[in-house]
């Protein structure tokens, strides 16, 4: 018989109907005890005694440097928040509150605006509370039935104001972040990271929080949850590990001049991770923490010094003298010259090009040198040929080439881009197409011009000169980013010698003094012209020469020269290679040359500064 | 083609669902605080238009063309699943499921839904040549492996509860075209086995039961010893298995059996919608007044627990009605798939009412707590584009073999 003769057909679609019928039945049977008989139990628990849940939040992941030093922690504290059942009987409460914690009309109604938001999850009024804030608001718990106190993990910074621009700092979530999409998941009151690492990885510090459930019967009075099982624990979130070094972070700290504007970086050439990064001024992340002062606060936020800014990654600079390796390594990679290379004209103190005489750092000249002796004794007549020979279009595509048009990749937020012509169609734009001659590329090839570079961007070009191969890591505190490598691009030979010449300036070139006996550092000085003051001051070296382990750099606004920041730098590196004990045993007499680039020549009469300067970050102003 | 060709019962039944749907879909979006389901209905009414258009479209196409249709729409089901494998992505509580296709980071729709009729379609076009009932494991082979790639692609994706309904679909086409009750049990065996594994006891019980059911039924004795093994290596593996599930499917799990183990995440879910349901009482709380609903207590209000919001406003009487409307579309479909003149629009249509029947019990079930959480739409109320298509498509091949049913001489009732 075919399955598809009558009979059997209806037999089946008789036992289907009664199938159907038996599953809607039995549903509407289990309907009927939940709403009929079971109604008045669950009416009860959804109108009198309505069920909240109130949020137990997640203590934020430890950050701790390489070793395990911790530098971001939590401390415990409490905090004080109100259940209410409309926004009226939230107004009342906070009334009789109010003389006990200190609050304003203003915070009532911010509060009841936050309570309408989110009305079944308590309001925190009171956050980081004291214990005697606390002791007597339980004195006073009858009076007020919403009340929930309960503990809240508090950010502690161990190291303070030495790790702030590397670590940031957290704050409470606003009510505009909460509607957007990257806070989607988070609870109202939470912290979240506002600067440095706690912001860049905010989403695996956080943690999940947990929750605790309550029933809020018909006086509003708050009684634990019958029935629904214990809480859910929150949980916390994952520990950060860093590259930093936390001894060195802290020397880097405490020699930086405190007066003194400018930022410190130390990073390992051949991974790209970061030993330390000090920006100075800095600032205590342990005041943003609970209720901050408004005075404190909105000091650092208005001060000239602008310490919030992080001089690392923030500020940009012109490169000056370090930018002469750039156009040395050009050079070498197109084969327009070799370490022993010399140009046409030596130098006798400037160079006359067309009509306008563009000056050397050294009055009487340094005479007929090769491209090594140029970098040792950073020779402006030199490079301005150097830069001549290659060419301003090659200049333009190699550094692009190298990364000078791009932000280094560092997990940090807020990194600023670094300014760089892109091609001679920015001349043209600026100037006008006929407006400009190939004169700009002299002030380029010493780094000056329209260039203006941060400091982890050099520090990054350094570290493929320090790298054993060549290639520079993305520059990295959580060794998981994957970026791709840049390589210089020159030979094995080429980057000896050009190291060769890097050391020569420490040994006896324009940092000589601030050499470190039994350690050879190799490293380049620069002085950056600042229109707006006293010029900034650059070094960027690294040690041993042979093998690099570690570069360093260091820019100080209003330092006047290069040389100044030298001995800083060696000494820091000095402490990473031979330990705590070498660093202060070095004594400095800083009697040095000063390289300090001339004063860059007005190509035209309107050429203007201003691309520079406007670029030069906050900090120079 | 003359209106009273049209069948009544089914429009009529479908009609009064579908406005009922959008009414409660409307009343889901009032809450207090606003919230991504207030403007919801109006995209709805929108969808529901589509489907309409949809199943007025497939209602001109004649079963022979769809039949010769079939193996395409079959194969374009299984691409767009693959693909979505490949280029998925998750969408709002679900973001972690790759369920959706987009094009150019726009989200056009969900290709499991419409994979269910290209399984329904190709299920058909392989019973409605068999001349006997498929009353061996071997001659079942061939359905199993129809329904059992799409069952395996979406559950890769991973939506375990869009899975299920395949394999509801392929039981229920099963039993239509004759295949032996007990057959069809030892088919299952597997998976109960799988089911019963989580406590030895109950997995040695039905170890013993099993055997008996094949000394009963006396199927072939390699068939037999397969499935026996069969199930044995289930309940060996079921550990293992429940290791490899992500920890919120473990949740849903656990949370079925025990709703209170995991109050805040999916046993939330079920309690909410419990106190939501049991306070509507015996007539509701009013349209637009449920409060669990306003205050947004109830966890996916629009999409999976939309009953909820029915059993709260409407109570006890709206349930009955609506679950009375369900039984009525139910029971047409049955009608005509069993007055179809031919055996593929007979297949098709009986394989409509099973994926239907699945949905409707799996999530009305769900919001009261007897069923899984699986996250699979209701019919007509949740809201959702592909499905509300899929389900008007069906509608409308009901249709067309209710229209051929008729002209060739059923007369109505």
């Not at chain 2, 009013?286 to 306003?294: A, C, D, L, S, V």
């Amino acid at each position: 018989m075919s399955w598809h003769h009558p009979y059997s057909i209806a037999r089946r679609a008789a036992v289907t109907s009664r199938v159907v019928w038996l599953f809607l039945g039995l549903l509407a049977v289990v309907f009927f005890r939940v709403q009929v008989i079971g109604s008045s139990r669950y009416r009860l628990q959804s109108e009198e005694n309505r069920l909240r849940p109130i949020p137990i939040p997640a203590a934020r992941g430890l950050v701790t440097d390489r070793n395990g030093v911790v530098l971001a922690e939590n401390v415990p504290g409490y905090s004080v928040g109100l259940i209410a059942s409309s926004g009226d009987s939230l107004r009342a409460m906070l009334r009789r509150i109010a003389p006990v914690v200190g609050l304003d009309s203003s915070t009532f109604d911010m509060l009841v605006r936050r309570f309408r938001r989110r009305p079944y999850e308590p309001v925190v009024i009171a956050r980081d509370a004291p214990f005697s804030l606390v002791s007597s608001l339980e004195e006073r718990r009858m009076r007020i039935p919403g009340l929930v106190i309960q503990a809240e993990p508090k950010r502690r910074y161990p190291l303070g104001p030495s790790t702030a621009h590397v670590v940031g700092y957290v704050n409470e979530v606003t009510e505009r972040e909460l509607s957007s999409a990257k806070f989607a998941s988070v609870r109202a009151g939470a912290l979240v990271g506002r600067d440095g690492l706690e912001r860049q990885y905010d989403d695996e510090l956080r943690g999940e929080d947990g929750v605790r459930f309550v029933e809020v019967d018909a006086l509003g009075h708050t009684v634990p949850a019958a029935g629904v099982g214990s809480q859910l624990e929150p949980r916390q979130g994952a520990t950060l590990r860093t590259s930093l070094d936390a001894p060195l972070q802290q020397f880097v700290a405490s020699s930086f001049p405190a007066n003194m504007r400018g930022a410190v970086m130390a990073m390992d050439p051949r991974t790209g991770e970061l030993l330390a990064l000090y920006s100075s001024p800095s600032y205590d992340p342990n005041l943003f923490i609970g209720g901050a002062d408004p005075k404190v606060l909105n000091e650092l936020f208005t001060s000239d010094a602008h310490p919030l800014l992080d001089r690392a990654i923030q500020a940009r600079y012109p490169p000056a003298s370090p930018w002469k390796l750039v156009m040395a390594a050009m050079a070498i990679k197109r084969g327009v010259a070799n370490l022993n290379t010399h140009m046409p004209t030596p130098c006798r103190g400037g160079l006359q090009y067309y009509n306008r005489y563009f000056h050397c750092w050294k009055a009487d000249g340094h005479g007929d040198i090769s491209l090594a002796e140029a970098i040792k004794v950073s020779c402006d007549v030199y490079f301005y040929q150097l830069g001549l020979k290659l060419g301003l279009s090659n200049v333009l595509e190699d550094a692009t080439e190298m990364g000078f048009r791009q932000r280094s990749g560092i997990d940090l937020p807020a990194e600023a881009w670094p300014a760089f012509p892109p091609s001679t169609a920015y001349y043209d734009r600026l100037y006008g197409r006929r407006g400009w001659t190939q004169a700009v590329v002299l002030n380029l090839a010493i780094g000056q011009g329209e260039n203006a570079q941060t400091l982890v961007n050099m520090m990054r070009f350094y570290s493929m000169l320090a790298n054993e191969s060549g290639v520079a890591p993305t520059p990295t505190l959580v060794a998981n980013t994957s970026g791709a490598l840049r390589s210089l691009g020159v030979s094995d030979t080429a980057l000896a010698g050009l190291r060769e010449a890097l050391l020569a300036v420490v040994e006896q070139g324009t940092a000589a003094g601030s050499r470190v006996a039994g350690l050879k550092i190799g490293g380049k000085t620069g002085t950056a012209q600042n229109p707006h003051g006293p010029d900034h001051g650059w070094f960027i070296g690294f040690a041993p020469v042979d093998s690099p382990k570690v570069v360093v750099g260091g820019i100080m606004e209003f330092a006047r020269h290069g040389t100044a920041v030298a001995p800083l730098v060696t000494r820091i590196i000095s402490y990473y290679l031979l330990g705590p004990g070498a660093a202060r045993a070095t004594d400095y007499q800083l009697i040095l040359p000063d390289d300090s680039a001339p004063p860059p020549q007005l190509i035209l009469p309107d050429t203007s500064s201003a691309p520079i300067t406007a670029n030069a970050g906050p900090g120079t102003r | 083609m003359r209106a009273p060709e049209l069948d009544k019962p089914l429009l009529g039944t479908c009609g009064a669902l579908a406005l009922i749907g959008l009414a409660v879909l409307y009343s889901a979006g009032q809450t207090d605080v606003r919230t991504v389901a207030a403007d919801i209905w109006e995209r709805q009414a929108l969808w529901l238009l589509i489907g309409g258009i949809g199943a007025v479209l497939v209602y001109r196409i004649s079963p022979q063309l769809l039949e010769w249709a079939t193996p395409g729409i079959y194969a374009l089901g299984l691409l767009l699943l693959v693909a979505t494998l490949f280029f998925g992505t998750g969408a709002g509580t679900a973001a972690g499921n790759k369920s959706w296709i987009s094009v150019f980071g726009v989200r056009v729709g969900q290709p499991a839904e419409l994979a269910k009729l290209a399984t329904i379609l190709m299920l058909a076009r392989h019973t409605e040549g068999l001349r006997d009932p498929p009353n061996t494991l071997r001659a079942l082979f061939p359905a199993c492996v129809i329904a059992g790639i799409p069952t395996v692609l979406v559950a890769l994706q991973p939506d375990l509860g869009s899975a299920l309904v395949f394999i509801g679909i392929l039981f229920a086409v099963l039993f239509w075209v004759g295949t032996s009750p007990w057959l069809l049990l030892l088919l299952a065996s597997p998976i109960i086995s799988l089911l019963m594994a989580f406590s030895t006891p109950s997995w040695g019980i039905w170890i013993l039961l099993l055997t008996a059911v094949l000394i009963w039924v006396r199927p072939f004795v390699f068939e037999a010893v397969m499935i026996w093994l069969a199930n044995v290596l289930m309940g060996v593996v079921a550990l293992e298995l429940w290791r490899r599930l992500a920890p919120y499917q473990q949740n849903r799990l656990t949370s079925f059996l025990n709703p209170e183990s995991d109050p805040r995440a999916t046993g939330w879910h079920v309690i909410q919608s419990k106190v939501a349901i049991g306070s509507g009482g015996l007539l509701g709380k009013g349209f637009t007044e449920g409060t669990q609903k306003r205050l947004a207590f109830l966890p996916a209000q629009h999409t999976d627990f939309v009953y909820s919001v029915v059993g709260e406003e409407f109570g006890f009487l709206g349930v009955v009605v609506t679950l009375a409307l369900f039984a009525g579309l139910l029971m047409v479909l049955i009608r005509i798939a069993r007055r179809a003149t031919d055996p593929f629009s007979c297949v098709v249509v009986f394989g409509v009412m099973g994926m239907i029947f699945t949905h409707i019990v799996e999530n009305i079930g769900m919001t009261i707590g007897i069923m899984p959480i699986t996250g699979i739409p209701l019919p007509f109320f949740s809201y959702g584009g592909s499905f509300m298509l899929t389900v008007c498509m069906g509608i409308g091949m009901a249709l067309r073999a209710a229209r051929e049913g008729r002209l060739a001489g059923y007369s109505e009732l």
